[in-house]
């Protein structure tokens, strides 16, 4: 079975394979373009529209890509790049080598996701799953009914002349949430982070339900703003006299929301990550044999492994210093680091 280990990334020692390394590597796969999935690599695999966002976000680098279910063969590996849900691009890493399979699922989603590819699930031998909500307290609602709570949200601050703030990261959630209200045909205005993604989208073929504007401080009014969660305590957002700000992530369900969100108005739970019962049920289908949690809850192993499955959650390399001290503010259900990085 392929070694696997955490070092600043996922490592793979026995093919010499990086995947999603936080620190700069000579070659690394990318399962999307996050923040805490990339680096300034000399070069990069990854789907094509992951490379165009990397490029936007860190600039220059060697790239080689593969389009979703295109199997290349590097000879002691072949890789193939399965959607995975979360956003535009983003791809769960499928590793063959000695006969085995490997799937690496990054950050996923199972939900279909209005404004990407839907998530696709692939027999393996082992998977190695991010295991964010992985927690039975965090079963997300319908997504349609959490979109009617944003549509009266919206609607009610709108009747009563504030002006709607919905906080998402710049790239996958925002374009999720522009185009929930697009279908309803509100008047949406962009951050320009939240802009230049969005712009790229549609250079990358996603077809939004209307026409959105680029955040101007004079035409807010019956407009919804869209901004990254972090701008909330900027003069953008605080010099809003009349606001109303909505803030949509999983972390919704936490206990501790109240506390963390307490500057917001109203916290609903959409999610670009798959719920417990997602990354149960992907655990389930792929049929793997060996499941390897990371990224986020370590009793999501225990909970696993109470279900039937063989698991166990990813400890850092003893080497990996940096890995450990970024780890544990950055993944470890961190609700409030989840909402700064995008
Ligand atoms: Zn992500």
Redesign the pocket.
């Known amino acids: 079975m392929l070694r696997v280990e955490y070092r600043e990334g996922l490592y793979l020692p026995d093919i010499d394979l990086w995947l999603d390394a936080d620190g700069p590597r000579d070659r690394c796969v990318i399962?999307?373009a996050?923040s805490?999935?990339i680096a300034e690599h000399r070069a990069i695999v990854s789907t094509p529209e992951t490379a165009r966002i990397f490029q936007h976000r860190r600039g220059e680098a060697e790239i080689e890509t593969l389009r979703y279910f295109e199997r290349r063969d590097y000879g002691r590996y072949a890789l193939t790049l399965i959607p995975a849900g979360?956003?535009l691009g983003?791809a769960m890493i499928l590793v063959e080598a000695d006969g085995e399979r490997l799937v690496y699922t990054?950050?996923f989603k199972l939900r279909p996701n209005v404004v990407a590819e839907t998530a696709v699930i692939v027999p393996c031998d082992t998977l190695v799953t991010e295991s964010t909500f992985g927690e039975p307290l965090y079963r997300f609602p319908p997504d349609v009914v959490t979109a009617e709570r944003l549509y009266a949200a919206v609607d009610r601050a709108l009747s009563d002349d504030r002006v709607p703030v919905v906080l998402a990261y710049a790239?996958?959630k925002s374009q999720e949430a522009l185009e929930l209200l697009l279908r309803r045909g509100y008047r949406v205005a962009l951050h320009g982070s939240v802009w230049n993604v969005t712009e790229i989208y549609r250079e990358l073929g996603v077809e939004f339900s209307g026409a959105y504007e680029k955040y101007d401080r004079e035409r807010l009014k019956g407009r919804v703003l869209i901004t990254p969660p972090g701008c909330r305590k900027q003069p953008m957002v605080q010099n809003i006299e009349r606001r109303y700000i909505i803030m949509l992530t999983g972390w919704a369900l936490s206990k501790s929301a109240p506390y963390m969100y307490k500057d917001v108005d109203l916290v609903l739970p959409l999610s670009?990550?798959a719920d417990f019962d997602d990354l149960v049920r992907l655990a389930r289908e792929s049929g793997a044999g060996r499941i390897i949690t990371m990224h986020g809850a370590p009793k999501f192993a225990a909970h696993l492994r109470d279900m039937g499955f063989v698991a166990e959650h990813l400890a850092h390399h003893p080497g990996s210093t940096k890995g450990a001290k970024k780890q544990a503010p950055k993944k470890a259900s961190n609700a409030i680091a989840q909402t700064l990085f995008d």
């Open positions: 399962s999307h996050h805490d999935h979360h956003c983003s990054g950050d790239l996958g670009d990550h």
